[in-house]
């Protein structure tokens, strides 16, 4: 034991952001998703064999990631990964713009590391895109029009897995 | 992110969640879990730190690899500088409650404005 603390360690975001908002005067807080079932699909063939994917919460360009009143305005899209990109949108993401920055895009979407992963054979291949989904206030936008296009995706580029990183 | 995941874990495909919010990715429930412990924006590494990029990377292949149920969640063991950030996000206190309740209000007379065409 390094040491003893009265407190958990790592932030609740969930209590951080509704203090926070309440502080501003909205008296609704945001209600999270919760699930007390979780779907579960074991890999069907050995990780040297299968085609792994990636997916993101950043935008490509910044006239994608508009705020207007209604909250956040994107629509998923699907870009190859080769060129990488050497830089994506995330200035309307809710991330800590203090204490770090997003300068790097493999720090929060790996496309490096993973083709480093396929040329070492640790992984079959790598997709030929990733794809970007929006953060989105609304669940349901999220479950009827993000989440079947991202899958719709997957299919088409015949993957087995998928990283998703979430700012 | 998560219902993302969800949704192509019911449709056959394998998924890690890669993330530093522990408390909004566990209480939607995802099937694996890269959990690191930094401040939110860099899930997947310290920028420019590849070492440390390839090794989470490869932990969330193995968890891909390994996991035999839903809930999986593993903590890499990676730390940040400080631990400032930690309180520093969000906060409230007396230095800017003022400024807060302002701030809100101010952003919804501007929603109100766009909303009423003015």
Partial sequence: ?167 | MSLVARHLEANGVSTVVMGCARDIVEECGVARFVFTDFPLGNPCGKPWDQEMQRSIVGSALNLLDRAWMPRTTIQTPFLWENDTWRDAFMRVDESNREALARAGEERRRRQAEVKTGR
């Fill in chain 1, 1 to 167: 034991m390094d040491n003893l603390r009265p407190y958990r360690s790592f932030v609740s975001y969930i209590d951080r952001s509704r203090e926070y908002y309440a502080a501003q005067g909205y008296s609704k807080p945001y209600a999270w998703a919760h699930h007390d079932d979780v779907p579960f699909t074991p890999l069907r063939k050995p990780l040297s064999g299968c085609r792994v994917g990636l997916v993101t919460t950043a935008g490509r360009t910044e006239a994608e990631g508009l705020i207007g009143a209604g909250g956040l305005k994107r629509d998923p899209y699907a870009e190859p990964v080769n060129p990488p990109p050497k830089s994506l949108f995330t200035d309307d993401l809710f991330w800590d713009k203090k204490a770090t920055h997003t300068d790097d895009v493999d720090s929060f979407l790996p496309i490096n590391s993973l083709a480093e992963q396929a040329a070492g054979g640790r992984i079959g291949s790598a997709s030929p895109r990733f794809y970007g989904v929006p953060t989105d206030y609304s669940q349901s936008r999220t479950l009827q029009g993000a989440a079947p296009k991202i899958l719709e995706w997957c299919r088409e580029d015949a993957l087995d897995a998928v990283l998703l990183s979430a700012l």
